[in-house]
């Protein structure tokens, strides 16, 4: 008998994104478990056949019984950033939950370097990915890149301006589609392989501030001017933009992070996985250059 394969968070953009990978693949819906606070949200993938169970992450029953008889499960990562060790409890919930199912593979989307990293949540993710080896259960770790789609939370201000002030100095990044993750996900999600895994994974090409600057001149027409500043100035401009306080330190770390290096790797896994090439940074503002000028 197949594998039941199920997806947290399957009304996010990324959950939603592998659920049409795994349709796309010819997986058989009644094979796939989507798990949702909000089944409502996943009428249109409940019509054509895939099983919709209703969970909260920080109810653990629900997730015991919404995880019943699922064979291999993926735990997408939970956006709880606004009360300090809230998102880990919910991955503890969840890997519990997967253990008490008798899953027979837990797969996770954690972050690159979580060990090194200086980002405040880089820990919710090196916890989560230390309790589900602690399971004994095997496991792939998905170490996501940042999505190219987060250009979108600074590009469009900076093109409207002409300026982009950055603390992330001469600090190189490759960004990924989100459509690559989850295809790569996906594919993780329908192997057979039980063996325990850990993936990193990056676009084909890091690339500066500058260079990405320079890319999103040449796609716009519009010129656009990198100036670098003091991670102390970038977190007095985000409160003088009305950044939400909390959100102030994680944005400014993403910066740092880049400028200190850990999350300048390229590798080739995502490509790996998927079976196909991956997105480019040039192809993907090309076809975003309109959103992205306003």
């Known amino acids: 008998m197949s594998d039941t394969l199920l997806v947290t968070g399957a009304t996010g953009q990324l959950g939603r994104l592998v659920l049409d990978k795994l349709l796309a693949s010819g997986t058989k819906p009644a094979r796939i478990?989507?798990?949702?606070?909000?089944?409502?949200?996943?009428?249109?993938?409940?019509?054509?056949?895939?099983?919709?169970?209703?969970?909260?992450f920080d109810d653990a029953a629900s997730l015991?019984?919404?995880?019943?008889?699922?064979?291999?499960?993926?735990?997408?990562?939970?956006?709880?950033?606004?009360?300090?060790?809230?998102?880990?409890?919910?991955?503890?919930?969840?890997?519990?939950?997967?253990?008490?199912?008798?899953?027979?593979?837990?797969?996770?989307?954690s972050m690159p370097n979580?060990?090194?990293?200086?980002?405040?949540?880089a820990p919710d993710h090196l916890g989560t990915e230390n309790a589900i080896k602690a399971?004994?259960?095997p496991y792939t770790i998905l170490r996501n890149g940042w999505y190219m789609e987060n250009l979108f939370l600074s590009l469009?201000?900076?093109?409207?301006?002409?300026?982009?002030?950055?603390?992330?100095?001469?600090?190189?990044?490759a960004h990924i589609a989100r459509a690559d993750l989850a295809a790569a996900a996906a594919a993780a999600l329908i192997a057979a392989s039980g063996e325990s895994k850990t993936y990193t994974l990056t676009g084909a090409?890091?690339?500066?501030?500058?260079d990405i600057a320079a890319l999103v001149t040449e796609m716009t027409g519009k010129p656009l001017q990198?100036?670098?500043?003091?991670?102390?100035?970038?977190?007095?401009?985000l409160q003088a933009a009305g950044i939400p306080g909390f959100m102030i330190p994680v944005i400014v770390s993403f910066d740092a992070n880049?400028?200190?290096?850990?999350?300048s790797m390229v590798t080739e896994d995502a490509a790996t996985l998927s079976g196909k090439p991956l997105t480019t940074l040039s192809s993907f503002l090309e076809a975003n250059a309109a959103a992205l000028a306003g």
């Open 33 to 56: 478990i989507a798990i949702s606070r909000d089944t409502a949200k996943l009428a249109d993938y409940a019509a054509k056949g895939v099983v919709t169970r209703q969970a909260d």
């Open 64 to 109: 015991d019984a919404a995880f019943a008889g699922a064979d291999r499960i993926l735990i997408i990562s939970t956006d709880a950033l606004d009360a300090p060790g809230k998102r880990l409890r919910q991955h503890l919930a969840a890997v519990a939950a997967a253990k008490k199912a008798g899953t027979r593979h837990i797969l996770y989307t």
């Open 114 to 121: 979580p060990e090194t990293s200086v980002i405040p949540f």
């Open 135 to 137: 399971t004994g259960i």
């Open 156 to 173: 469009p201000h900076a093109l409207s301006t002409g300026q982009w002030f950055t603390s992330a100095g001469a600090g190189s990044l």
């Open 205 to 210: 090409k890091a690339y500066t501030t500058e």
């Open 226 to 237: 990198v100036i670098q500043i003091t991670d102390e100035q970038l977190a007095g401009g």
């Open 258 to 263: 880049t400028r200190e290096g850990h999350i």
